[in-house]
């Protein structure tokens, strides 16, 4: 039997490696510019007259300007500048255009370093912008929920399939109501601010809905009139072919070791007992996704289930179950999470986010929004 915790150490020993490696790149990195000017030195003392260093001394500024602050990439500039300098002057050529030429091509070679440097720290500025702008509408989208509510452990993660993206159409919400905790995670259809704009859409109107309606159908017909309703409002949202898949549930204020699912065309949660056991949460009534209602497909309806002291319910958005391997097989949450014992809603998300990225052998191809809810073991 694997234990989550182990299985996350061991995770977390890894990725502590290679940060140390990488720090360690970067600082080599950094004496590498240095390394190239005292190799062009050595180059031109040991090699006939005819043979130059100049390929090394512009090397070393161009090095620089993206790794260096300004003031350093022209230290570094004026470094090989006065190198090359030097080195004329040591050999005294006779070739007085050779001399002017290779003089030359380090001035304006270290001057275009310059101007990189410039232009990748503007760059770096933007970008750490556009990150800071990207943070706050996560946060004000998706916040992390309370570590614990109405009694119940809770934790939540939003992965980004690109480097640097924070928000898209994954969503998760979770509140305590008076009708119990509820929760929803989702997934839009599409990509980009039109799949943002429908999945602020989506939260808003169930934040509203699960305070108000007295069953989960209720709040999923709330969300199907707020899509629809947008979707008329807004040509982005598409009105003709937006729909979101989604899993809503519900544990009744008065009664805990009740769980009630409704599932809109969405992957099935999953049940893990503090036993290692596991099951798969599978709707007895299969629904569309929120916004095609108007196919006339019957209604969702909700499955009761019993949530046992101790045990975890976890939702997630397709990212999941749509990861590959290498060999094109995808990740299989029900066949990697079965026997393993979980110290909490947290252990059991780092574990799942680290072990798709172990599968994929990289990050995910798309975004994944995951929400894992414990019982008490004294509730």
């Known amino acids: 039997m694997v234990r989550g915790g182990e299985n996350r150490t061991g995770e977390g020993e890894r990725r502590g490696r290679r940060s140390r490696m990488s720090s360690r790149g970067r600082r080599l990195a950094r004496w590498l510019p240095v390394a190239m000017i005292a190799v062009g030195v050595l180059f031109d003392l040991v090699t006939p007259p005819e043979y130059t260093a100049a390929p090394f001394l512009v090397a070393a500024p161009l090095i620089a300007a993206p790794l260096f602050s300004p003031w350093a990439t022209a230290g570094m500039a004026l470094a090989a500048i006065v190198t090359e300098v030097l080195l004329t002057t040591y050999h005294g050529s006779a070739d007085y255009q050779q001399s002017v030429t290779e003089s030359s091509t380090v001035v304006v070679v270290a001057l275009l370093a310059l101007a990189t440097n410039r232009v990748v720290r503007v760059s770096d500025a933007r970008l750490a912008s556009v990150r800071d702008v990207s943070e706050a509408a996560q946060q004000a989208l998706l ?92 040509a982005g949202l598409d009105e003709q072919e937006g729909f979101t898949t989604a899993v809503l549930a519900e544990i009744p204020a008065e009664d805990p070791s009740v769980l009630r699912v409704l599932n809109h065309g969405h992957p099935p949660p999953l049940l893990l007992t503090p036993d290692g056991g596991l099951r798969e949460l599978a709707p007895s009534v299969a629904a569309l996704p929120l916004g095609l209602g108007d196919l006339g497909a019957r209604p969702g309806r909700s499955d009761r289930t019993f949530f046992p002291a101790g045990a975890l319910l976890l939702l997630f958005t397709d990212g999941v179950t749509e990861a590959r391997d290498r060999d094109g097989r995808f990740y299989d949450p029900c066949a990697r999470l079965r026997g393993s014992l979980f110290s909490g809603p947290d252990d059991l998300l780092d574990v799942v986010v680290e072990d798709v990225a172990r599968h994929t052998g990289g990050g995910p191809a798309d975004d994944m929004a995951l929400l894992a809810v414990q019982r008490p073991l004294d509730g």
Not at 206 to 229: D, G, I
């Open 143 to 234: 916040p992390a929920p309370p570590a614990r509510l109405a009694g119940f452990g809770i934790a939540a993660r939003y992965v980004g399939a690109r480097a640097g993206a924070r928000i898209g159409g994954d969503l998760y919400a979770v509140q305590d109501t008076p009708h119990g905790v509820r929760m929803i995670v989702g997934d839009v259809r599409g990509k980009g601010l039109e799949a943002v704009e429908s999945a602020v859409v989506v939260i808003g109107a169930f934040r509203e809905a699960a305070e108000q309606e007295a069953t989960l159908e209720a709040v999923a017909e709330r969300l199907e009139r707020a899509l629809k309703r947008e979707g008329g409002r807004r």
